[in-house]
């Protein structure tokens, strides 16, 4: 079943702050974050373990609330660089295939 | 350290025809995952191989068939094409076992006439 993501697009001015959101109905074992940029392909930024293990880099953060299975990508001070699609990929078992929610496009202005 | 590579980057075909697209995974990795990609969509799960075996199959018709080689690359077949499987063609290899991120190729963009 396929994950929720919102804002389904966001439109930020560089510098500014943006919070992307991934839900899930079913029980999440990890969450994937991946950024893709038009005509490319999608580039991993994150994983959330269940127990709360995570990893990431940069002013890019992200939390996994296991009560709501729920997962929330912070971008801060954003970058021209951070515009793209942001697609959350969530995995119900260790070792199972991913599920890919249908992706926030943002776009950050100069 | 090559990473994911795909051939051919575009391919047109007419309906009813087969394809076949190819996949070198990252250097270090065992597990090759495709993935179908509509326009505006988040990547579909199709199939994952592993130590050359089908290890896990998505809600795709049995059109859509693979292989993986002893050396970890990987082939996507589609038969009896169909308008409706123009799409970009994922390929991503990672490490099983290893909560291993997917590393994505560039993707074969798929046209069917």
């Known amino acids: 079943q396929q994950p929720v993501q919102s804002p389904q697009a966001v439109i930020l001015r560089e510098g500014e702050d943006a919070v992307i959101n991934c839900s899930s109905s079913k029980a999440l074992y990890s969450v994937h974050w991946y950024r893709q940029k038009h005509g490319e392909a999608p580039v991993f930024l994150m994983i959330l373990l269940k127990g709360g293990e995570q990893k990431g880099h940069d002013k890019i953060s992200a939390s996994f609330n296991e009560k709501k299975q729920q997962s929330s990508l912070y971008l801060t001070a954003s970058q021209l660089s951070y515009s793209g699609t942001y697609f959350c990929?969530?995995?119900?078992?260790?070792?199972?295939?991913?599920?890919f929610g249908p992706g926030t496009r943002l776009s950050v202005l100069p | 350290d090559a990473g994911v590579t795909q051939s051919p980057t575009h391919l047109i075909k007419t309906r009813g025809q087969q394809v076949t697209l190819r996949c070198s995974p990252k250097?270090?990795?065992?597990?090759v995952s495709w993935y179908q990609q509509a326009l505006g969509q988040g990547p579909q799960f199709i199939f994952q191989?592993?130590?050359?075996?089908?290890?896990q199959r998505g809600n795709f018709p049995d059109r859509f068939s693979g292989h993986q080689f002893p050396n970890y690359s990987s082939e996507l077949n589609v038969n009896a094409l169909l308008l409706g499987d123009s799409a970009l063609y994922l390929c991503?290899?990672?490490?099983?076992?290893?909560?291993?991120?997917?590393?994505f190729g560039n993707g074969t963009r798929l046209t069917v006439t």
């Open positions: 990929g969530t995995e119900y078992n260790y070792g199972q295939n991913f599920v």
């Open positions: 991503a290899s990672s490490q099983l076992n290893f909560d291993s991120p997917l590393h």
């Open positions: 191989y592993y130590e050359e075996e089908e290890r």
């Open positions: 250097s270090g990795h065992d597990t």
